[in-house]
Each structure stands twice: as C-alpha cells, then as structure tokens.
C-alpha cells in the first residue's frame, strides 16, 4: 500500500504529465518556473535541464524539502533510503545515471516496473513531463520524503491494532487486580475479546500490506 505523502507527491507530479517545451525562441514559462521555485531565478530558459527541478518543485509544492539543486544525482541522498526496487512506491525518488559522463544522471518519480525497465514520471524525458521506461541497471538511488511509511508497524490501522490490543491487556490487569465474581468475568471476556479482534485486524492488515 502506497504512504498517503507518497500518493501526493505522485499525484502532484501527474497534474504536469504532458507539459512541454516551446520549439523556438519562446519558452514554456511553467517550465522556468520549476528552476525558479527551487532557488534558481537566472534561469530564464526552457532548455536547461530541468528534470531535477521539476522535482524540486513538485516536492515545493507540497511543503516537502528538497535539494534546490539542478543536477539530478543531488537527489541521491535526500530523503530516506529505500533497500530495493521490490519496495519502491509510487512518489519515490528514483536517480539514474547518465551515460557517458558519470557525473550526469537523472531524476523523476517511480511509476512502477514493465518488462524489467523501470518506468518513471519526470520532467524533461523527450522535452516534456511523461512516464518513460530507464534501464535498472542504470539505477543509482530510490529515496522516499522523510516521514513517509517504511514499515506495516508505521500505519494508522497498526497502530489502532496496537491500541486495542494494549486495551484489552488492561482490561485483563484490571479485572484480576480489582474484581471478583461475575465482574471479573466479564471483564475478562472483554480484554480477550479486544485482544483477539485486535490480533486478528493486525494479521489481515499485514497481508495487505505485504500484497501491496
């Protein structure tokens, strides 16, 4: 399951799909306005590089820090590392490099995985803001924002889970603390009761979890 901030953040990224350049000597102002919102105001041109600000400036848009950098490998080591392609979410930043200068790269959004190729929603790709397909092997780094979920033990429904279960626990310390007769009774049924509903929705939200 996709973090809520990793949706945003991809979702924000799609409002742009389809932005282009401007053949000629006339420059798509949106285009200048992404070097323009990461700290880069000289730009005056849609021709500079502008994938790693239209990231910056996605990100911008939602309050999110990034590098304020042009060049894409700034992005390397922003955010929080993400172990693998296998637990990429959509919204995370992925870095390639760029062939044949080693200190070149590029930078966008992961979309997903066709075919081996990992498909990425960027700027800049064809001289507009598109999903198109990078060579894995080419991947340098998939960074996520900070704050975003890393694990199942992160969610809300876990959490909630955690909380009745502890509830529940309560209930049990309670009941055979302070009660006796029918009372203890009762609220014992109900500790386990919670513990078990609890126990219950943690395992089936885990299974959705690990299913993505």
């Known amino acids: 399951m996709v973090d809520e901030m990793n949706e945003a953040i991809f979702s924000a990224a799609e409002g742009y799909l389809g932005l282009k350049e401007y053949p000629g ?14 700290g ?6 849609d021709e500079t590089p502008w994938c790693a600000s239209f990231v910056g400036a996605v990100l911008a848009q939602l309050g999110l820090p ?3 950098k042009l060049n894409a490998r700034s992005y390397s080591t922003w955010g929080d590392p993400v172990a693998s392609i296998a637990e990429a979410q959509h919204g995370d930043v992925v870095v390639f490099t760029r062939p044949p200068n080693p200190s070149h790269g590029h930078v966008g959004f992961f979309a997903g995985v066709e075919g081996g190729m990992v498909m990425v929603l960027g700027g800049n790709q064809g001289n507009k803001v598109s999903i198109a397909p990078y060579p894995a092997s080419r991947l340098l780094a998939i960074r996520r924002a ?8 992160e969610t809300k429904t876990a959490q909630a889970s955690t909380t009745q279960i502890l509830t529940g626990a309560a ?8 009660l006796d007769g029918q009372a203890q009774i009762i609220a014992l049924v109900g500790g386990f009761f919670l513990i078990a509903f609890g126990l219950w929705f943690f395992r089936n939200r885990l299974k959705d979890f690990v299913a993505g």
């Not at 000597?25 to 990461?38: C, D, I």
């Not at 880069?40 to 041109?45: Q, S, T």
């Not at 900070?146 to 033990?153: C, I």
């Open 171 to 178: 209930g049990i310390g309670t009941a055979v603390a302070a």
């Open 146 to 153: 900070k704050g975003a979920r890393q694990s199942v033990a």
């Open 40 to 45: 880069h105001g000289w730009v005056k041109d």
């Open 25 to 38: 000597a006339r420059h798509n102002e949106t285009v200048v306005g992404f070097a323009k919102a990461v």
């Open 66 to 68: 990034h590098t304020g």
